[in-house]
């Protein structure tokens, strides 16, 4: 599912360093997901931490923006070509939430898990030492539903669909596991500087 946003313009010197192959930039914020926001009830929101099926730890909303917070800013990259620059995101990052949990990642591997019941694989070398987040706030507000509110993974270095929206926990896992489009096609990890969009994407 899409609405608007798909345009773009001759990038200039500095847009074109920052841009990964293929890749346009966008003023818009175009919203992108495999249907409706899902109604989400804060009073019964809860962000869960497993290995497997067992629970590591747990929050509720309240609890949850109690965290040390992070602020982020910089470009994310979405596999369907745009590109928008200077986001500015604030959340817990992945480190502080292993911190609250009082847990090393016990495996090399998770599954974001969200709302709707999407899910995707990301390597945990790709969230540690403050490269990813999960983020409750863009540009200073609030997370809006249509883009993954109240919170979402961040994880601004690969392809936006790795920073999975509504998100109710991280599932490590012994293997990479394939989420939902990776099981359709999509790369296993999705650097966008390499270009790796599909699976047979080096």
């Not at 818009?28 to 497993?50: E, K, M, Q, Y």
Request: with cysteine; glycine share 8%; net charge negative.
């Amino acid at each position: 599912m899409s609405t608007r946003g798909f345009t773009g313009r001759r990038p200039g010197a500095d847009a074109a360093r920052r841009l990964p192959p293929g890749q346009h930039e966008t003023d818009d914020f175009p919203v992108l997901s495999l249907g409706p926001a899902p109604a989400i009830d804060l009073a019964n929101w809860r962000f869960t931490l497993r290995q497997g099926a067992r629970p590591l730890a747990s929050w509720n909303w309240e609890q949850f923006l109690a965290l040390p917070r992070t602020t982020w800013r910089g470009d994310i990259h979405c596999v369907t070509t745009w590109s928008k620059f200077d986001t500015v995101w604030e959340g817990v990052a992945f480190d502080d939430l292993l911190t609250a949990a009082g847990i090393a990642a016990p495996t090399p591997f998770l599954l974001a898990q969200s709302f709707d019941e999407y899910d995707t694989n990301v390597p945990v070398a790709d969230l540690v030492n403050g490269q990813a987040m999960v983020a409750t706030h863009f540009n200073g507000a609030p997370l809006a539903a249509e883009h993954g509110g109240p919170a979402r993974l961040l994880v601004p270095h690969l392809y936006f669909w790795k920073s999975a929206k509504w998100l109710k926990g991280l599932k490590f896992t012994e293997k990479d596991e394939a989420g939902f489009w990776e099981l359709r096609g999509y790369h296993m990890r999705g650097d966008p500087w390499r270009e790796q969009r599909y699976t047979d994407d080096d």
